[in-house]
């Protein structure tokens, strides 16, 4: 009888344990990328000055672009080129009619402009991501340069992370815009969809630009990020969270 009670005891027990949930609720991670940097100094270094791992992405066409990069690297701040895409124009821009070697001149030429990065987005793009041959060339070029490659996803087009993710290239896609609408209100929204997204899929990437409205949201609402259940992580390591694989927004099955 007592070795019978005993048994029913360590059942019980067993049943209980067996029912509690164990291990740590699911981590929601954030990263931020700021576009269109290298044009006004003291607006720019606004953006160094934010609470966190904060990417620069330098445009090769703009006055401080060098410059910026490098004060962006001194600060600890990722750098990257803010590669300029059909319908961009200026010297840098790739279009879809132009030769593999011209788009391959210009790259040479707007990472020369931009010191120090460590991987490239795409500004404006929505013509040239689509272009499956000319992104399976940028793909293959920014592997054998050791670069990583974030999909801005300007068009809904986009072939760019999907020829990323044939070769295993390092690369993210972007999930949410901040700054659309120029209003404290509507990026303030923005945020909080990114921050949602976060803890539904377990990560959000966001793009936002230099503009006073968006700089001003961050720099109230990004010390915030930790009572909300955020880690604010670099894009790197956001790179290595999402192991190339698409989020449910941009692909299935973790394909694009």
Known sequence: MRFALIIAVLCSLAGVAHATPVGE??????TLIIDDLGQNLPRDRRVLALPGPVTTAIMPDT????EFAREAHKAGKIVILHMPMDPATGPFAWHPELPIEELGRRLDAAFKAV????????????????????MA??????????????????SA????????????L????????????????AITTQLQTAIKLAHKQGSAVMIGHPYPQTLAVLERELPKLKAQGIDWI???LMISVRSNQAMAGHGKNGKY
């Not at 006055?63 to 060098?66: C, K, L, T, V, W």
């Not at 987005?121 to 689509?130: D, E, I, K, P």
């Not at 060339?137 to 996803?153: A, H, I, P």
């Not at 390092?170 to 404290?184: G, K, M, N, P, W």
């Open 25 to 30: 609720p699911q981590k929601a991670y954030l």
């Open 63 to 66: 006055p401080h672009a060098a």
């Open 115 to 134: 010191p120090y990065t460590a991987g490239i987005n795409n500004h404006m793009g929505s013509r040239m991501t689509a272009q499956p041959e000319a």
């Open 137 to 154: 060339w940028l793909m293959g070029e920014l592997q054998r340069r050791n670069k990583f490659f974030v999909d801005s996803r300007t």
């Open 157 to 168: 087009k986009t072939v760019a992370a999907a020829e990323a993710q044939k070769i295993d």
């Open 170 to 185: 390092a690369h993210v896609s972007r999930d949410v815009f901040l700054d659309d609408e120029r209003t404290e209100a």
């Open 234 to 236: 670099d894009i790197k």
